[in-house]
């Protein structure tokens, strides 16, 4: 069973930090992509991070880029992202995900697996 699990969110203040991190099991770890996306209400999910170590690179939305970091502990097939100067727009739900092609990110709908999401609530 391909499993992610996510967690990490909560509610921090503006310009404050947070640290998600998904827990992948049922696939081979290095095989895949594996990164974040969010949804914001009313909005599309939208691709923000994406590791994969077979293709050789990380990759971030420009709205995080500078902000977030994306990394991983192989050994337990565990991804994080890494938040800092969170701004309000960043409230939304997070995702993790996986797929085989980090181009999978440009679109949600490519996406092969997906974790629960973990909400973050950037307050003002």
């Known amino acids: 069973e391909v499993q992610l699990q996510a967690s990490g969110g909560g509610l921090v203040q503006a310009g404050g930090s947070l640290r998600l991190s998904c827990v992948a099991s049922?696939?081979?770890?290095?095989?895949?992509?594996i990164g974040w996306f969010r949804q914001a209400p009313g909005k599309e999910r939208e691709g923000i991070a994406c590791?994969?170590?077979?293709?050789?690179?990380?990759s971030y939305a420009e709205s995080v880029l500078g902000r977030f970091t994306i990394s991983s502990d192989n050994d337990k097939n565990t991804v994080y992202l890494q938040m800092n100067s969170l701004k309000p727009e960043d409230t939304a739900v997070y995702y993790c995900?996986?797929?085989?092609?980090?181009?999978?990110?440009?679109?949600?709908?490519?996406?092969?697996?997906w974790g629960q999401g973990t909400l973050v609530t950037v307050s003002s």
């Open positions: 049922g696939f081979t770890f290095d095989d895949y992509a």
């Open positions: 590791l994969s170590n077979s293709e050789g690179s990380i």
């Open positions: 995900a996986a797929d085989r092609s980090a181009s999978s990110w440009s679109n949600a709908n490519w996406i092969l697996y």
